[in-house]
């Protein structure tokens, strides 16, 4: 399942129907600026979704809509810790969440969590060959081809509402008027996080959960004059202030952009092009036949001792943003790394490399919590 490449030349929707007519199995792998998810898929129908974002984990969302409170969600993480169970596991032994309820929760859980993707603007996507077992994954699969129509259907709301909350710098207050009637859980909690003025990501990040919920249930409360906007701020990028090296090349893809991350990040883009990239699994022969010509040539220019910079050299924005397209790609699927020095000059490189490679990857490490 080599296929791979951009949100923007292929979208979600199109990818899951793709996957769903094919009958895949595998891990979607669907990556932004600062975020990671996992699609899980057995012949073509989402099992399971994680993702790397501790907003979205399970807990996170039987808090959000209502299925728990916060002094029983920390019973129940503290007996996970203990056991070794799963959240969901651990909810049924205590008797804190019937397994009927437990059930619904978690496909609500991964279908928020995919359809969520929706709302992404930009990112990368690949396929893995990684599987789940079995008690890992929903007991009864969700149809792709439906999460892509609903995801869709989410894509469309979430513009309408940005006609109002035009960015996440939009400033918050309680409106006029009470909120009259039954509240859902998640519009309560947003409500109780608004007694001072809030920016749109502020209140979120009180809040968490589905952001296409969050923001829907938000604009509900506008809509009825429970909040109100006090004025809308400047537009910027909150992710600017995390410095990872697959983000720069993200955020690099556009020329826009480059000039944002180059005013704006503490460490120059720059400083990194003198970085070494260094295969830790280079592509199988098979692999390496399917490379189109100016990828084959940068495949074949990595050895170690030759710089990020001088690598991308000085070429076209679009060849250099398909260079960049396709190192994210390597580095996400753990087969490059990038060192300070050349191998030649670094003492120790392969013990240190072989470390890092042999660490579970993070999905794995969070099952026990939030599956």
Same mark, same amino acid.
């Given at each position: 399942?080599?296929?791979?490449?951009?949100?923007?030349?292929?979208?979600?929707?199109?990818?899951?129907?793709?996957?769903?007519?094919?009958?895949?199995?595998?891990?979607?792998?669907?990556?932004?600026?600062?975020?990671?998810?996992?699609?899980?898929?057995?012949?073509?129908?989402?099992?399971?979704?994680?993702?790397?974002?501790?907003?979205?984990?399970?807990?996170?969302?039987?808090?959000?809509?209502?299925?728990?409170?916060?002094?029983?969600?920390?019973?129940?993480?503290?007996?996970?810790?203990?056991?070794?169970?799963?959240?969901?596991?651990?909810?049924?032994?205590?008797?804190?969440?019937?397994?009927?309820?437990?059930?619904?929760?978690?496909?609500?859980?991964?279908?928020?969590?995919?359809?969520?993707?929706?709302?992404?603007?930009?990112?990368?996507?690949?396929?893995?060959?990684?599987?789940?077992?079995?008690?890992?994954?929903?007991?009864?699969?969700?149809?792709?081809?439906?999460?892509?129509?609903?995801?869709?259907?989410?894509?469309?709301?979430?513009?309408?509402?940005?006609?109002?909350?035009?960015?996440?710098?939009?400033?918050?207050?309680?409106?006029?008027?009470?909120?009259?009637?039954? #509240?859902?859980?998640?519009?309560?909690?947003? /409500? $109780?996080?608004? *007694?001072?003025?809030?920016? %749109?990501?502020? !209140?979120?990040? @009180?809040?968490?959960?589905?952001?296409?919920?969050?923001?829907?249930?938000?604009?509900?409360?506008?809509?009825?004059?429970?909040?109100?906007?006090?004025?809308?701020?400047?537009?910027?990028?909150?992710?600017?202030?995390?410095?990872?090296?697959?983000?720069?090349?993200?955020?690099?893809?556009?020329?826009?952009?480059?000039?944002?991350?180059?005013?704006?990040?503490?460490?120059?883009?720059?400083?990194?092009?003198?970085?070494?990239?260094?295969?830790?699994?280079?592509?199988?022969?098979?692999?390496?036949?399917? #490379?189109?010509?100016?990828?084959?040539?940068? /495949? $074949?220019?990595? *050895?170690?001792?030759?710089? %990020?910079?001088? !690598?991308?050299? @000085?070429?076209?924005?679009?060849?250099?943003?398909?260079?960049?397209?396709?190192?994210?790609?390597?580095?996400?699927?753990?087969?490059?790394?990038?060192?300070?020095?050349?191998?030649?000059?670094?003492?120790?490189?392969?013990?240190?490399?072989?470390?890092?490679?042999?660490?579970?990857?993070?999905?794995?490490?969070?099952?026990?919590?939030?599956?």
């Amino acid at each position: 399942m080599e296929f791979s490449g951009r949100l923007a030349s292929f979208p979600i929707g199109d990818i899951l129907q793709w996957a769903q007519n094919d009958h895949r199995s595998g891990a979607l792998v669907i990556r932004r600026s600062g975020s990671e998810k996992r699609i899980f898929l057995r012949d073509g129908e989402v099992v399971a979704c994680f993702s790397d974002d501790p907003a979205e984990f399970f807990g996170q969302h039987l808090l959000v809509n209502g299925y728990l409170d916060e002094s029983v969600l920390l019973q129940a993480l503290t007996h996970c810790q203990k056991s070794g169970q799963k959240l969901g596991d651990a909810l049924q032994t205590l008797g804190l969440l019937p397994a009927a309820r437990v059930q619904e929760a978690l496909r609500e859980h991964v279908e928020n969590q995919v359809c969520d993707i929706f709302l992404w603007r930009s990112g990368i996507f690949y396929f893995a060959a990684e599987s789940l077992a079995r008690e890992l994954e929903l007991r009864t699969p969700l149809s792709s081809v439906a999460l892509a129509l609903e995801g869709s259907r989410w894509a469309d709301e979430a513009q309408q509402v940005r006609r109002i909350f035009v960015h996440d710098n939009v400033v918050l207050r309680r409106g006029r008027k009470a909120p009259q009637g039954l #509240l859902t859980p998640l519009e309560r909690r947003i /409500y $109780r996080s608004t *007694d001072e003025k809030l920016t %749109l990501a502020e !209140l979120y990040n @009180e809040v968490r959960g589905s952001h296409y919920r969050f923001l829907v249930a938000a604009y509900r409360l506008v809509v009825v004059e429970a909040l109100d906007i006090e004025s809308v701020g400047d537009h910027s990028d909150s992710g600017s202030a995390e410095l990872r090296l697959a983000d720069l090349l993200i955020e690099q893809v556009t020329e826009e952009q480059a000039v944002f991350l180059r005013h704006h990040l503490a460490i120059p883009f720059d400083a990194l092009e003198h970085y070494v990239p260094v295969w830790l699994q280079a592509p199988s022969i098979e692999e390496e036949s399917r #490379l189109a010509e100016p990828m084959l040539e940068l /495949y $074949r220019a990595i *050895d170690g001792r030759t710089a %990020l910079g001088a !690598l991308l050299g @000085e070429i076209r924005p679009e060849e250099r943003a398909r260079r960049m397209d396709w190192l994210i790609l390597q580095f996400r699927k753990g087969a490059l790394a990038l060192l300070p020095l050349p191998v030649v000059e670094l003492g120790g490189a392969s013990a240190a490399t072989a470390a890092v490679a042999g660490e579970d990857p993070w999905w794995r490490r969070l099952l026990p919590h939030s599956a």
